[in-house]
């Protein structure tokens, strides 16, 4: 299928042939009619991608002070790879479609495969979305109008948010394409509206919907013009639709209202706010978040749970509805807001339409039908390598190992990939849930296709090697299927999330061990044990037997609660997900068992309803050493990330951000630093698992992988 994709670097627009997406449970996939290319929000992206690195720092300078930080603590290299691999993401454009759904998810209730819908589904022929961000379009409503719901719900919502009532005098503050829907809904809501912007075009039309004007580019005084119309006594709100950096509408809003008047912002400006503006009048200020309750919430959009219609009355997903039913009601009416279409082949020149001509609104792109080449899980980037009878496992040829990735994340496309294609391998298939990812990283890095399904490359008998590298909750089931299928694994940690998928995997184990006659080829990206520091650590340790202490402080830094990781059923916490590495790393550095352990939280420094992430390991080994880890997220980003200390004899290691290696009190070393470049590893981890294959000698010892993987989920087991 065809999808529309924008460059972050150059901000040029791209159709691209990529897999068909993979439903979830609770999603549907629709056969796109027609999409609507939003002259604000989409303006705003291309803008973006075709500004100077210069000009990307300046329209978010709140990042510029990260990049200092992390330039500061992991380097100029590692920092310019991490942006650079940001840029190198393309995003997928657009969010307001109409057109028929042809998969149904398995708990999906509401809609059905036939079902005509209004979804925030990009711009594709086959779009996946989540059941509560699509609603279902009334048989009398026509596709050029059904295509204006959702983005007339961010409007919507704004208005809900000011909460007019029947008679009231609001003003509309720019009139872009969400301005004029505006417009239109208060009306429809028994309001008097003033419609100020630059545009003549636009105020024209904002006119036409019954709206009063203020045409700033004849100088007229936006206050003026709002004192005239609220008749000396302010306007009772004021609706802010205008994009700018400048936080002057914030100002003039403030200026028009009456006493407790309100201001909802829907756009975007700048928010230098004047305390003196708001206390006087004792204004409410309030910014409206998108298509209304429950945007950007997981359990809301992708996991099918409700609000309760009796305590949220007007969800996203209900604001659709009601923009459906006005249409269906004659109350708004959208079809002049169409300022041109094109056929989906031709979205470059839409997009040159709407970044060039100001006077443009709402541009629609046509999606021809079409029941071929919309269903292919695969894309081939050329001619196959293999072809002819299926090998069987005794065929396979080592020595030219094919590997198959699934997952193409950032830590994939950045590290794992690159690190890969070094190495050389065949690379035969990328998996991406979306197709996207799969598409661009997979071109760039030389594989033979890409895919939506991991069955792609788990059953495919040309495979030789899995590398896994998705969200943790499917580590166990994808290692576990692709040991059954006879391939040599290598998973990101954690290798498993809980009890049951640890469980199963080592039951797996013990099967193909019985077959095979010793441990299949099984390896988890332990990476730091890799690290050019810690493997000269670990030489030096290895000239004394006396008992050590490991002192590890990881400066891990605070996630968001919406975070992925912090969900315990898809990233199992942090302890599980991350602390693991460092609990890998003391019983590599010790060379000896975990003997017992100790943990404690952090009291009034955890999330209520979240796992701890402040929390202090002690593990006592078998040969007397003890190892300290101190996962800490509460602490300073300018700070570096991780050191690891270790006290042994009289003298003393130190590796600082895996940047620097310090000794002390060793006579035959002092230091050793990289300045520029951070090395964690990750490129000799996967190098020693391609050896592992190879040479049939493990890279890490299975034991020791089932000892941490076991010893990580005891130590989250006691804080809980």
């Known amino acids: 299928m065809l999808q529309l994709l924008q ?17 979830s449970p609770y999603s549907v996939l629709i056969q796109t009619a027609v999409s609507l290319i939003s002259s604000g929000t989409e303006k705003m992206l291309v803008e973006f991608g075709k500004s100077s690195y210069f000009g990307k720092a300046r329209r978010h300078p709140e990042k510029v002070k990260d990049v200092l930080n992390k330039i500061a603590t992991d380097g100029p290299f590692a920092t310019y790879e991490a942006i650079s691999s940001k840029l190198d993401r393309p995003i997928s454009l657009g969010y307001c479609n109409v057109g028929t759904i042809v998969e149904v998810g398995q708990k999906v209730k509401s809609l059905s495969v036939g079902d005509r819908v209004v979804s925030n589904g990009v711009h594709a022929e086959l779009v996946e ?50 301005g004029l829907i505006t417009v239109q809904l208060l009306k429809a809501n028994g309001c008097r509206v003033l419609a100020i912007d ?3 075009e636009k105020l024209e039309l904002a006119k036409s919907f019954g709206a009063e004007i203020c045409n700033l580019s004849l100088n007229h005084s936006p206050r003026d013009c709002a004192d005239n119309f609220g008749r000396g006594l302010g306007v009772d709100g004021v609706i802010i639709c205008a994009s700018t950096n400048s936080s002057d509408p914030v100002s003039q809003a403030a200026g028009m209202c009456r006493k407790r008047g309100r201001i909802v912002l829907v756009g975007v400006t ?5 305390r003196a503006d708001f206390y006087e009048k004792e204004l409410s200020f309030q910014v409206s978040c998108s ?11 992708k996991l099918g749970l409700d609000y309760p219609r009796g305590f949220v009355r007007w969800t996203e997903q209900r604001n659709f509805e009601a923009v459906l039913d006005m249409i269906s009601a004659k109350r708004v009416d959208f079809s002049r807001l169409i300022s041109e279409r094109f056929l989906f082949e031709e979205a470059a020149t839409a997009y040159d339409i709407v970044c060039q001509q100001k006077s443009a609104v709402g541009v629609l792109l046509d999606y021809p039908i079409k029941s071929q080449g919309l269903t292919h899980s695969k894309v081939p980037f050329v001619k196959p390598m293999f072809s002819g009878a299926q090998l069987n496992d005794q065929e396979i040829d080592k020595s030219n190992l094919a590997v198959g990735v699934i997952g193409a994340g950032n830590h994939s496309s950045r590290v794992l990939i690159p690190a890969l294609k070094k190495l050389g391998v065949t690379l035969q298939t990328l998996v991406s849930n979306k197709g996207v990812s799969g598409v661009v990283f997979g071109r760039k890095n030389g594989f033979l296709e890409a895919s939506t399904d991991a069955s792609d490359v788990i059953e495919n008998p040309h495979i030789n090697a899995v590398v896994i590298a998705t969200r943790h909750d499917t580590h166990a089931n994808f290692v576990d299927r692709a040991l059954k299928a006879g391939k040599d694994v290598f998973v990101e940690k954690p290798l498993a999330i809980d009890r049951q998928g640890l469980q199963q995997v080592i039951s797996t184990i013990n099967d193909v061990q019985m077959v095979i006659g010793r441990n299949p080829v099984l390896m988890v990206g332990f990476n730091r044990r890799f690290a050019p520091h810690i493997v000269k650590m670990k030489r030096l340790l290895e000239t004394t037997n006396s008992p050590k202490v490991f002192l590890m402080t990881i400066n891990a830094g605070y996630v968001p609660d919406n975070h992925w990781t912090l969900d315990k059923n898809v990233g199992g916490g942090r302890i599980v997900g991350e602390a693991c590495h460092f609990v890998d790393l003391a019983r590599h550095l010790a060379g000896s068992k975990v003997l017992s352990f100790q943990v404690e939280k952090l009291r009034g420094a955890q999330r209520k309803g979240f796992p701890p992430d402040n929390v202090t390991i002690t593990l006592r080994f078998e040969d007397g050493s003890v190892g300290n880890i101190l996962y800490l997220t509460n ?10 200390e270790v006290f042994v004899d009289g003298k003393v290691l130190q590796v600082d951000n895996f940047r620097t290696l310090r000794g002390y009190g060793w006579k035959s070393f002092s230091s ?3 300045i520029l470049k951070q090395d964690k590893g990750q490129n000799d981890c996967l190098a020693a698992f391609i050896e592992s294959i190879r040479s049939g000698e493990e890279a890490i010892p299975l034991e020791e992988i089932l000892e941490v993987s076991q010893l990580t989920l005891d130590i989250d087991e006691a804080l809980q």
């Open 635 to 644: 602490g300073s980003r300018a700070y570096p990330k991780e050191r690891v």
């Open 270 to 274: 700048g928010l230098e706010l004047n």
């Open 7 to 23: 460059e972050m670097k150059t901000g040029s627009t791209t159709i691209v042939d990529v897999p068909k997406p993979q439903i």
């Open 198 to 200: 630059y545009d003549k």
């Open 672 to 674: 050793d630093r990289s």
């Open 291 to 301: 298509y209304g309750p429950g945007r950007y919430d997981d359990q809301y959009e």
């Open 129 to 178: 979305v989540g059941e509560h961000l699509c609603a279902r379009v009334p048989a009398d409503v026509i596709n050029d109008q059904a295509v204006f719901t959702v983005v007339a719900s961010i409007g919507l919502q704004g208005i809900r948010l000011a909460k007019p009532t029947l008679g009231e005098a609001f003003v509309v503050l720019g009139v872009g394409l969400i």
